[in-house]
Structure formats: C-alpha cells, structure tokens
C-alpha cells in the first residue's frame, strides 16, 4: 500500500504561482512512479507531470515551460512548481504513484494509488 498526502493548493491570480507537495509513505517499490493529475468540474482527468525514481520527467503539453515536478527522495515527497499560472489550470490536483510506467505517455498512465487532493483557483 500506499497513502499520498497532498499539501500547497490555494488561490492565486492568472500569472501567479504556486508549489504543491506530496508526501509519500508505504513500499517505496509502488511509487517508483509518481505525477501529478488534475480534474476541473465537467472535464475529464488529466495528468499533469510525471517522474521516475531516477528522475526521467514527462509532461503534458498544456503545461510545458510553465510546471515543473521534482523529487526529494529521502523525504519521499515529489513537488509540482506551477508558474504563470492560467484560469485553465482551476482544478483539484491529485498526487498518484504506481510502480511501472510502461508507455511512458503521460496520457496513458493509469496509476494505481492516489491522494486525496489539493484545490486550486486561478481567477483572472
């Protein structure tokens, strides 16, 4: 098992920006892969950024140049620096992890363990 803590979310002005974190605990072979997912209300889930344990990173076009995801692996916890942020980007943001990551395409990835999420709120 796995329990991801999500932490960081908030409002912010369009062109703000913000860092929401995760903390990670539980067989660290199931988090060998951890991102970030988004949900807005009607829209489908999306994921935002993923990164391997060694630290291979991959992101989803809408946030290229503008969010960045780390880790810190001896504080089992995996950042997401979001910058100029946009209206667009109002959403809850869920931390997942999961052992494999096999397509290595962001939109494929099907994670098994999730954290419960964080809101943010960009208004214009």
């Known amino acids: 098992q796995v329990q991801l803590v999500e932490s960081g979310g908030g409002s912010v002005q369009s062109g703000g920006s913000l860092r929401l974190s995760c903390i990670a605990s539980?067989?660290?072979?199931?988090?060998?892969?951890m991102g970030w997912f988004r949900q807005a209300p009607g829209k489908e889930r999306e994921a935002v950024a993923v990164?391997?344990?060694?630290?291979?990173?991959y992101y989803a076009d809408s946030v290229k140049g503008r969010f960045t995801i780390s880790q810190d692996i001896p504080k089992n916890t995996v950042h997401l620096q979001m910058t100029n942020l946009k209206s667009d980007d109002t959403a809850m943001y869920l931390c997942?992890?999961?052992?494999?990551?096999?397509?290595?395409?962001?939109?494929?990835?099907?994670?098994?363990?999730w954290g419960q999420g964080t809101q943010v709120t960009v208004s214009s």
């Open positions: 997942a992890a999961d052992p494999e990551f096999r397509t290595l395409e962001i939109s494929t990835w099907r994670p098994k363990y």
């Open positions: 539980g067989y660290g072979y199931n988090r060998n892969y």
């Open positions: 990164i391997g344990r060694g630290g291979n990173v």
